[in-house]
């Protein structure tokens, strides 16, 4: 039978995730493959996550609390809010879609970055909205011509910060005169999934955003630096209003309880989220000296990752460090992200690196 198929829908191309260290493995033949592609935390999860897994197991019978009760008024409490400041998504990819779903019509325009998290472009164009692509500037956005796109048909502007790939940040001065330049309608998605990471002292204060009732909204995620990617937990702060319109889009239970539960435990695990910390930063100045020695130029990254130009097709590059058993991300051209891993994973990349570049 034909299908019917909107462009829209047809013109997207399927989300191609970090390699699985199996299938690698496989593929080669080969063992003790590293993964550095999908800015997982290398310590593992949150160990007081891990611990209340087996008994919130228990009641897998029970459909999840709908309305995640525990865990927003946790959040709520956390970040001085309201719990109907708060909505949870299966990962904060999701809640981008909500995003799509309540606020854009068809041909309604969303402002985003030319290189940043590829979801944006594809969530935006499934709901048949048009992304507008704002070139970075200098690797970062470029806030005042992002704010020179919006039109009256614009519906949302994302800002991902610090931005996925390149690992840079926008200051709270450039947030600022951003802000007060937008028309109020236009809702503004700071996407903050490397909060935790970030370390400098002009990070923008979103919330604040919020708290004045400004139409943003703060995505964080517990996939990060809390290690429970693969749980699928992320949340969105913001006001009541957005929330509301957000609820009326959310499948009922797309919280699972085992993420309800375990982001509960790692929200108070300020050891393993402190020892993350401390270890991507000692472990980032180590990687960046390392490349930096091989005559590149990373990026300087506020994240868990480095973006760097190899100076020749990025896609071979690639493959020889998964010759090597070296599984990182390439972007496009010449630029490859590395997570930053354990130290022993860090030296196995460096070492591979010099190999496959001959130097
Ligand atoms: C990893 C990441 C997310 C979060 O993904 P989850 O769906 O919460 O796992 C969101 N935005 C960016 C930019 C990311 O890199």
């Not at 191309?13 to 970090?18: A, H, I, M, N």
């Not at 610090?162 to 236009?186: I, K």
């Not at 590149?296 to 460090?321: C, H, M």
Request: charge should be neutral; include cysteine; aromatic fraction near 6%.
């Amino acid at each position: 039978m034909p299908l019917k198929v909107h462009p829209d829908i047809a013109s997207l191309v399927p989300y191609v995730p970090g390699k699985p260290i199996e299938e690698l493995e496989r593929e080669l033949g080969i063992t003790r493959a590293i993964k550095l592609a999908s800015n997982e935390n290398p310590l593992g999860p949150s160990p007081k996550a891990l611990a209340v897994l087996s008994e919130a197991a228990r009641t897998l019978n029970r459909y999840p609390d709908g309305g995640a009760h525990r865990l927003r008024g946790a959040l709520a409490d956390r970040f001085k809010l309201t719990p109907d400041h708060v909505i949870l998504g299966n990962g904060s990819d999701e809640i981008i879609g909500l995003l799509a779903r309540a606020f854009l019509a068809p041909g309604d325009e969303a402002v985003m970055a030319d290189q940043t998290f590829v979801i944006y472009k594809m969530e935006v164009t499934a709901t048949h909205g048009v992304p507008i692509v704002v070139p970075l500037k200098e690797w970062r956005h470029d806030l005042p011509a992002m704010a020179d796109a919006v039109t009256p048909r614009t519906r949302l502007l994302f800002v991902c910060n610090p931005n996925n790939p390149t690992g840079t940040m926008v200051s709270a001065s450039e947030v600022d005169t951003m802000m007060a330049r937008l028309p109020e309608q236009v809702i503004v998605v700071f996407d903050e999934a490397y909060y935790e990471y970030a370390h400098s002292r002009d990070f923008p204060d979103t919330l604040r955003l919020v708290k004045q009732n400004r139409n943003a909204i703060v995505l964080r995620t517990f996939s990060k630096v809390y290690g429970l990617a693969g749980l699928r937990i992320g949340y969105g702060m913001t006001t009541p209003e957005i929330t509301g319109y957000l609820n009326r889009v959310r499948p009922p239970f797309n919280a699972n309880s085992l993420a309800q539960r375990a982001a509960l435990a790692a929200l108070e695990d300020e050891e393993h989220v402190a020892r993350s910390r401390a270890m991507n930063q000692a472990e980032m100045t180590t990687v960046l000296a390392g490349i930096t020695a091989l005559g590149l130029r990373p990026l300087p990254s506020e994240a868990n990752f480095l973006y760097v130009d190899v100076g020749q097709d990025g896609r071979k590059v690639f493959e020889a460090l998964l010759r090597e058993s070296v599984i990182v991300r390439h972007i496009e051209g010449r630029m490859l992200r590395i997570t930053i891993g354990l130290p022993e994973e860090n030296g196995r990349f460096l070492q591979a690196l010099k190999k496959v570049l001959n130097r």
